[in-house]
């Protein structure tokens, strides 16, 4: 048994995020039989993470891709730019907005609606075809929104459901999203350190930094199709050095720990193009592609093998 830790979020209560780090308690507990983890919210992602670096929090539970709205920016940059830190698990959490006011709000009644930039995204179309003069409203979060409301300061927010009991709204409408079985992924973040042992379904993540010449990208992506590792997601983000010059973030079926895996890390390594190792953690949805033939760890196995056998002179 471990002793209590605090995992920071991207807090108030009552957030998606708070969900998702809900989720990664209860399997992170039946892991460590019984270790005890206290949320505590925090009002920006930067403040989450900021916490976990300093010391203040053992982990940090943010958003990093929707899959309606793509990446989340602000988790990306803090990744590729500010001190390292390390995605040990990640959680999957169904995305699903409703509309809460304060009891007795009608909604001929409603002028403001607040909600977090990726929760006005979703509901842009119901907001513009049932309350076309109300103003959208951005908040730090869909729950800091609802906040808001409670105290009087917005009218309306768009917001997950469990937020309404927490700060005493009702959901004047239901499921106001405009995509339907919307999902967010989040991750859990600690300081650097060894990473979670293999399960076979993993998944490991990296930023990855090339030249600006012709054919730079490709040389690097074929070290990953040379040894049978499927990308899952490749996504492109500023240098903020220079206009026009990029680093891409990449996700991966496999863990470091495997060969070919392993391999293909050293390879970027001495290409000079792995900006940052991210992590490598069992994936919460998905399988991964069965690994090619020639990449097995067996296939490397008996690989290495036979060149060692030829280095002493050994040729059956």
Same mark, same amino acid.
């Given at each position: 048994m471990?002793?209590a830790e605090?995992?920071?979020?991207l807090?108030?209560?009552g957030?998606?995020?708070?969900q ?13 039989s019984?270790?005890a983890?206290?949320?505590? =919210?925090i009002a920006? $992602?930067s403040?989450a993470?900021a916490?976990l ?6 982990a ?7 899959s309606?709205?793509?990446a989340?920016?602000?988790? %990306? ?5 500010g001190? =390292?830190l ?11 907005f !409703?509309l809460?006011?304060?009891p007795g709000?009608?909604?001929a ?12 995204? %979703? ?11 109300a103003?959208a409203v951005?908040?730090a979060?869909?729950a800091?929104?609802?906040?808001a409301v ?5 009218d ?5 459901p469990v ?6 709204l $009702?959901?004047?409408a239901t499921?106001?999203g405009?995509?339907r079985?919307?999902?967010?992924r989040?991750?859990?973040?600690r300081?650097?350190? =060894?990473? =979670? ?6 998944r490991?993540?990296l930023?990855l930094?090339?030249?600006?010449h012709p054919g730079?990208l490709?040389?690097v992506?074929?070290e990953?199709a040379?040894?049978?590792?499927n990308l899952t ?8 050095s220079?206009m026009?010059?990029?680093?891409f973030?990449? !996700?991966a !079926? ?5 060969p ?7 390879a ?6 792995l900006l ?24 490397y196995?008996a690989a290495?093998d036979q ?5 002493v002179g050994?040729?059956?």
């Open positions: 471990i002793g605090r995992w920071a979020y807090g108030p209560e957030t998606f995020t708070e998702a780090a809900m989720s990664l308690v209860r399997r992170f507990e039946l892991a460590e019984g270790g983890v206290t949320l505590e =919210p920006a $992602v403040g993470l916490a670096r300093a010391g203040a929090a053992d940090a539970c943010v958003a990093m891709e929707s309606v709205e793509g989340v920016p602000v988790t %990306q940059d803090e990744l590729t730019h001190e =390292p390390l995605i040990t698990a990640e959680a999957y959490v169904p995305i699903t !409703d809460l006011v304060r709000t009608e909604l009644a409603i002028r403001t609606v607040g909600a977090h930039p990726h929760g006005h995204a %979703q509901i842009r179309d119901w907001l513009a075809a049932t309350l076309p003069a103003v951005v908040s979060s869909n800091a929104a609802a906040a409670a105290a009087g300061e917005l309306a927010a768009a917001a997950a937020a309404g009991p927490r700060y005493g $009702v959901s004047l499921d106001i405009h995509v079985d919307a999902v967010t989040f991750v859990l973040l300081r650097p350190g =060894p990473p =979670p042992l293999p399960t076979g379904n993993d490991t993540s930023v930094s090339v030249g600006n730079s490709l040389a992506l074929t990953f040379a040894r049978g590792i997601r490749l996504e492109s983000r500023p240098t903020r220079k026009g010059e990029y680093v973030l990449v !996700d !079926d496999g863990h470091v720990t495997e070919a895996m392993a391999d293909v890390l050293a970027l390594r001495r290409r000079s193009a940052r190792w991210l992590g490598s953690y069992p994936r919460a949805a998905g399988t991964n592609v069965p690994a090619a033939d020639f990449a097995t760890a067996e296939a196995r290495g060149v060692r056998r030829w280095t050994e040729w059956s």
